[in-house]
């Protein structure tokens, strides 16, 4: 794991469709940009932005968001979503999140992920299986 810098940002970028809309994630009976859509996405350009500064085999995983989701977007709309590292403090990074669609800002919050080895992870995590 290289050293992890402060204001680093990345995006990410989706149309809207019908596989992404309210009606078809479960979070409602709209045909609009779902909340679940906006926070994967959101997700994914932190994803993104931690990805520039990983060794070989780490990853990251989330473990905290907290947004608003302030505007709808209706389908055939663009929506980017751009993460910045505020805080880096060993393998926790916490990230400023903000979505925008063609119209403007659409949702806003921070994201909290944490560094892992991951095959270490996953084994960790199948070993769950074994449990049972």
Same mark, same amino acid.
């Given at each position: =794991? ?7 940002? /990345?995006? *990410? ?6 596989? @992404?809309?309210?009606? /078809? =994630?479960?979070?409602? @009976?709209?045909?609009? !940009?779902?909340?679940? /859509? =906006?926070? #994967?996405?959101? &997700?994914?350009? /932190? ?7 990983? %060794?070989?085999? &780490? ?10 989701? =302030? ?11 751009? #993460?910045?590292?505020?805080? #880096? ?6 990230? %400023?999140?903000? *979505? ?7 949702? *806003?919050?921070?994201?909290?992920? !944490?560094?892992?080895?991951? &095959?270490? !992870? ?9 449990? &049972?």
């Amino acid at each position: =794991m290289k050293e992890f810098i402060v204001g680093t940002h /990345a995006s *990410a970028q989706t149309t809207v469709t019908g596989s @992404n809309t309210a009606k /078809a =994630m479960g979070s409602g @009976n709209l045909e609009v !940009f779902s909340t679940p /859509a =906006m926070i #994967a996405l959101m &997700e994914e350009a /932190a994803t993104r932005c931690a990805a520039q500064f990983l %060794d070989e085999g &780490e990853e990251t995983v989330g473990t905290v968001i907290s947004v608003k989701h =302030m505007s709808s977007t209706p389908v055939s709309m663009k929506v980017e979503a751009r #993460a910045t590292l505020t805080e #880096a403090d060993g393998k926790r990074l916490v990230f %400023d999140v903000i *979505a925008k669609d063609e119209a403007g800002n659409i949702g *806003a919050g921070t994201h909290e992920r !944490f560094v892992v080895v991951g &095959e270490k !992870f996953m084994q960790r995590t199948q070993g769950k299986l074994a449990a &049972e």
